[in-house]
């Protein structure tokens, strides 16, 4: 597909390598690279005085502390939050941290070879690990992963996370992978670009750098080793392209490219002040997806039409920990009060899969999207199901607040959540707390069994939402989260297009309202397609509102409605794609 904006610059990148992957978040960086790699592997080892041995001890001593206490605060809240025996893994972690001849070698190698503490327990965890992951026996060997993990904690403990990345100035993070917490956290203005070896173009965090307006691409093969802290790098995230090194010419064409990519966006924004209507007067409501008060904030002052999607789990990985009642109450009432009265659609947790509350799923599920995810996990634990039911409802009043279930594959579990809702308002209005009677609840249609039963579903609750980031992946049986298989990865594939148009006609006989979040809606190719499927109403993420107004106000209702019908009867998606003016189909 091509997105790029720049096709007339076609000549053939220079410089010390040229690095081809996978698109996945558009935009042009110059900028220094930081490679992280392994922390284990970038310690610097260095002979300490013997002088500097007891204050090596103590900022040891201070940072296994810490993480044990840390350890401490997960596993208790692990344990509140999922349950004992999701909590197990920290409690390995803390085996490992107290198991004496592990640390009598760290000790050693401080006081009587003098390392320097952080190399001191790299080495010894990375001799560990090395032991165990030779074992014959499974479960030792991953164990093995375990002590890395815990080795890395204790270091960056000492170090900050940061403290190895030698630039201060704006960087491309070049890594093995980018995972959702990274970017969640990730210092604004610090990373112009990332250039990573693993990582699909759906993956939550290629979401997340997509709506930071951050340029990424993923899937080049040994990444750390073909690209040097420091070095220069010119990357173009529409095509995928990084140059290491650039030549002067290369470099000044890439400042070129970016330069006017900024002027694009700049005039492209000036649809903003227009209204979402297509060529002939067809209205449609135009909201965002966001993950905070502040892009809600962003959001209304863009004059979105209301929040589409709220990532409440989002918030939840942002302040790393599983917020209680109140704290989600004051996170929803800043996007309630930042919209002054446009409609804000609460999503309730959709943790699993590739989001986690922490850096790591403990659970070690083989297919997490499969697996132990959202709805599923909150209907087994109505205590969390029930806060955050409260903490919505109480951040509502009438015609404010909506509600959407993610991950529901049946009517069941639609029929289940609402007999949560009902006992949750009953909790209020025992308390006296004021809050939306007629709260509207909706179901996201992102599984394939939902959008076959779209109309059960309709029937049940009062608005559908596709997401199709998962519906393709469910469809298609594509890792949204894998480079191996991205190029499978077509939201214009007829099987999914098929369900799309299953879901708006199951919407329409219970006389429901439906919309789509899914990123599609933010790819102007698809929104004539999407439009002439029968959908009024997009949300899509703050920086794509310009892009797809702009297609909005291009379509044509009747040549939409044509092209739907033709792309719902193509028989392979390289035709949707010729249909669509797609590159490479
Ligand atoms: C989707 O699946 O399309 C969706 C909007 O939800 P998420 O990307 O958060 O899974
Ligand atoms: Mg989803």
Redesign the pocket.
């Known amino acids: 597909m091509s997105v790029s904006s720049h096709d007339s610059e076609t000549r053939v990148p220079e410089g010390r390598a040229v690095l081809h992957g996978t698109p996945v978040s558009p935009g042009i960086a110059v900028a220094p690279a930081f490679v992280y790699g392994d922390i284990l592997d970038e310690i610097e080892v260095r002979t300490i005085d013997a002088s500097e041995v007891e204050g090596e001890l103590a900022r040891l001593h201070d940072a296994i502390a810490l993480v044990k206490k840390e350890l401490l605060r997960d596993t208790e809240q692990v344990t509140r939050e999922l349950g004992q025996d999701k909590a197990d893994i920290f409690l390995v972690h803390s085996m490992i941290l107290e198991d004496k001849s592990v640390l009598d070698a760290i000790l050693d190698a401080i006081r009587n070879d003098h390392v320097n503490a952080e190399a001191a327990v790299a080495q010894e965890m990375k001799r560990v690990a090395a032991v165990l992951s030779s074992a014959d026996d499974r479960y030792l060997r991953d164990r093995a992963y375990d002590v890395s993990d815990i080795g890395k904690r204790v270091i960056e403990r000492m170090l900050g996370v940061w403290a190895h990345c030698p630039l201060s100035q704006p960087m491309i993070l070049v890594s093995r992978e980018l995972r959702a917490s990274d970017t969640a956290s990730m210092e604004r203005g610090r990373i112009l670009g990332f250039v990573t070896e693993l990582g699909g173009t759906e993956s939550h965090a290629a979401i997340l750098a997509r709506s930071l307006g951050v340029p990424a691409m993923a899937g080049v093969e040994g990444i750390l080793d073909k690209v040097r802290t420091g070095e220069v790098v010119a990357m173009d995230g529409a095509l995928g392209v990084a140059v290491v090194a650039p030549s002067a010419d290369t470099r000044a064409r890439y400042e070129r490219m970016r330069e006017e990519e900024a002027r694009e966006r700049h005039e492209l924004a000036s649809v903003l002040e227009l209204p979402a209507v297509t060529r002939d007067g067809t209205e449609i409501a135009l909201m965002s997806n966001v993950a905070s008060g502040d892009e809600a904030r962003r959001a209304a002052e863009l004059g979105s039409d209301g929040i589409g999607l709220l990532r409440s789990e989002m918030v939840f990985m942002s302040a790393n920990l599983f917020l209680d009642e109140d704290a989600q109450f004051k996170a929803y009432r800043e996007a309630v009060e930042a919209m002054a009265g446009r409609p804000v659609t609460i999503r309730t947790l959709?943790v699993g899969g590739d989001k986690f509350v922490g850096t790591e799923n403990p659970l070690r599920e083989h297919n997490p999207n499969l697996g132990y995810r959202s709805t599923r996990v909150l209907l087994d634990r109505p205590d969390l199901l029930l806060a955050q039911f409260r903490a919505i409802l109480r951040a509502s009043s009438p015609g404010t607040v909506r509600i959407l279930l993610?991950?529901i594959s049946s009517v069941e579990e639609l029929r289940q959540a609402l007999g949560r809702l009902d006992e949750a308002k009953s909790e209020l209005r025992l308390k006296g707390i004021a809050f939306d009677e007629n709260i509207l609840v909706g179901v996201?249609i992102?599984i394939p069994s939902a959008a076959m039963v779209a109309d059960r579903l309709a029937k049940e609750c009062d608005f559908l939402s596709i997401?199709t980031?998962?519906l393709v992946q469910y469809t298609l049986a594509v890792d949204r989260g894998s480079s191996y298989v991205s190029r499978l990865y077509r939201p214009h594939d007829p099987s999914v297009l098929a369900l799309i148009a299953r879901a708006v006609e199951g919407a329409a006989s219970a006389g429901k309202p439906i919309s789509l979040c899914?990123e599609m809606a933010g790819t102007p190719a698809y929104v004539p397609l999407l439009i002439g499927l029968g959908l009024r109403e997009f949300s899509v993420s703050n920086g794509r509102l310009p892009g797809t107004k702009k297609a909005i106000r291009d379509v044509d209702l009747d040549t939409a409605i044509s092209l739907a019908k033709e792309a719902v009867a193509a028989i392979t998606a390289s035709a949707v794609g010729a249909l669509l003016g797609l590159d490479g189909g």
Request: charged share 35%; proline share 11%; glycine share 22%.
């Open positions: 959709d993610p991950m996201m992102e997401g980031n998962d899914g």
